[in-house]
């Protein structure tokens, strides 16, 4: 509770990456109004992008990761993405002393654990909001708001990208490729948007909520689904008769007493007028089920660089805030059985 | 991350308050699956309610607070409700060395800032995201989440007695007295509906929300708005011509170039497919406005033992996780202007 969420210490903080997110984030931690100071900032293409930044010139912009790694930053924030070099450097951050930020979807599907061990043994703080679902704060409501509970199924939106292009096609009645040069245009889709359109990015997402929600170890690669590049607007003619649209749904459910994890991503059926159906554009959303509170939904922009910058933000805020805070690492299982159903066979509606 | 968000170190909980809430955090602290050790159950009828209560025989029942404040206890949780004595009794245990974890709005709309002073001085935590909202997380999503936003505007449904009143009302045009009735008959509402229908309830969780978003502290008796309590069922009847439905909403916006704060709890016109629309029965929901995120959504069980157990689980999940934190206190202005809209000839519509 606090008139200025960045009321707390000064604090030093790096930023790796220049690009959408990464300069959104800049941007703000170079505003006159907040008590951070924007040490450094680290880019492939530095000496190139610095000129047309419009950056405190005070800033130190470098091309050599050990310039920050050398540095007296208190946080870095990392918005590189891919899982290498990042993942190499959010552990050379922790180990040279460094809280980490970081909206590495890959990098925390697949090294979550150990990362989180090591910011541990550091006394630091590794903080990843902005991984999952954009400015929509859903590593806090499982990960914190909802420990008191016991999470027994999870359904999201989790692709800002393939919900743009879905809920194009649905408005327009355009092609499935039409969809995704509109969405390029308007800077929601990558030159090659088959990471977002096969899953592989809801994925991983997934796969970081089943390590909050469920404590598992899942291997974003494993879990199963369909993707959604083969959608047609006929498709999404064919369910509009019974009321009904397409969406992207990423889904899991854990049975504790088996053991058994069902997860997928996929094209799915859901009602035009449930939260699904009405999360429209880049939009995120999602639903979790608890044994104790039922269920509880959150949705918000879930892409774009001003909503990612809020998410990392606030983790820079949440460090800054306590930075004695030791957060324990989470104990994670490989011990259980994944299922996905059998696409070709199983109807799935929600 | 964890797998099971009470692996923490085993921590000893007293439960102020054996009702609705007190009763079901109680038996979830005493089930066997959690390392809290329930040592303490302070209720005025203490003696009567240990017969039928179903705990554990170890855990000690007093009606005599004394024993609570000078037991070993680390964190008491506050279910007692009222300004009186609830407020002397949070800020003698966090005298007394102890975390607090209240559901307490009437002592968080008024005493937040005193009291979450006195527990970074002693060194311990009070939260209270059970005070708002329920199991909906809506404290956390922010004071934490959003903590990197500026947030500009709050519209919630925060009452979940009248939410079930008006619903009943909506589905069998039923007269609101009967709605009322039904509404008890299910545990929904209090013998006197008055705190939920006037706005009293809303207005303290909207000043809490205020202070978290805004930093202002906001006297919620100085809220206007309008009682819920003259609604009919013609009043629905006449809005679901055009598609709309009435809901209480609780609004707050803060204009910082003028330092003014426009906030209001009334029955209000909203559209039926909307978010607020669909809200039914004792749930709650909120949208909450960042200057760069823009609108982000919560809605969940706004009522009920089990959905706010959870909310006070987490909150005492959060302090085992951490037992060194210290939260900084908040610095609240009441250096703002008040206004609320001229509801006689203002409509408002969301």
């Given at each position: 509770?606090?008139?200025?969420p ?32 924007l ?37 870095v924030?990392?918005?590189?993405g ?10 050379a ?25 090591l ?18 704060p859903?590593?806090?409501a499982i ?32 092609s499935?490729d ?16 088959a990471?977002?359109l ?19 170890r ?9 993707s ?59 639903i ?16 774009g660089?001003?909503a990612?910058a ?27 059985i994944?299922?996905?159903?059998d ?7 929600c």
């Open positions: 509770m606090t008139s200025d960045f009321s707390s210490r000064c604090c030093r903080v790096a930023v790796l990456g220049f690009g959408t997110v990464g300069s959104a984030v800049a941007r703000r931690l170079a505003a006159d109004d907040t008590p951070f100071q040490t450094h900032i680290f880019d492939r293409r530095a000496a190139e992008k610095r000129c047309a930044a419009g950056i405190d010139d005070a800033v130190a912009w470098t091309s050599d990761i050990d310039d920050v790694l050398h540095a007296d930053a208190d946080i924030v990392e918005t590189i891919g899982v290498d070099p990042a993942a190499t450097w959010i552990r951050a922790l180990t040279a002393g460094k809280s980490v930020v970081t909206a590495n979807k890959q990098v925390m599907a697949r090294h979550a654990a150990p990362l989180l061990t910011a541990a043994q550091q006394g630091r703080q590794l903080r990843f909001e902005a991984a999952v679902g954009g400015a929509m859903i590593v806090r990960g914190d708001g909802l420990a008191g509970d016991r999470i027994v199924a999870i359904d999201a939106i989790l692709n800002g990208t393939t919900n743009a292009v879905f809920t194009t096609i649905e408005t327009t009645g355009c499935l039409a969809a995704v040069r509109a969405a390029q245009a308007l800077g929601y889709a990558e030159t090659d948007p990471a977002d096969d899953g592989d990015d809801a994925r991983a997402k997934l796969a970081i909520l089943c390590a909050l929600a469920f404590g598992l899942v291997d974003p690669a494993a879990i199963g689904g369909r959604c590049a083969s959608t047609t607007a006929a498709d999404f003619l064919r369910v509009r008769r019974r009321g009904a649209t397409i969406r992207q749904l990423a889904h899991a459910d854990y049975d504790r007493a088996t053991a058994t994890l069902t997860a997928w991503v996929a094209p799915t059926d859901v009602a035009g007028a449930s939260l699904f159906g009405r999360t429209v554009g880049p939009q995120n959303a999602a979790v089920t608890g044994e104790h509170s039922g269920e509880i939904g959150i949705f918000g922009a879930g892409a660089g001003e990612t809020v998410a990392i933000l606030s983790d820079v805020a949440a460090i800054a805030r306590d930075r004695a805070a030791i957060v324990p690492p989470p104990v994670l299982t490989a011990n259980f994944l299922q996905t159903p696409f070709d066979r199983v109807e799935v509606a």
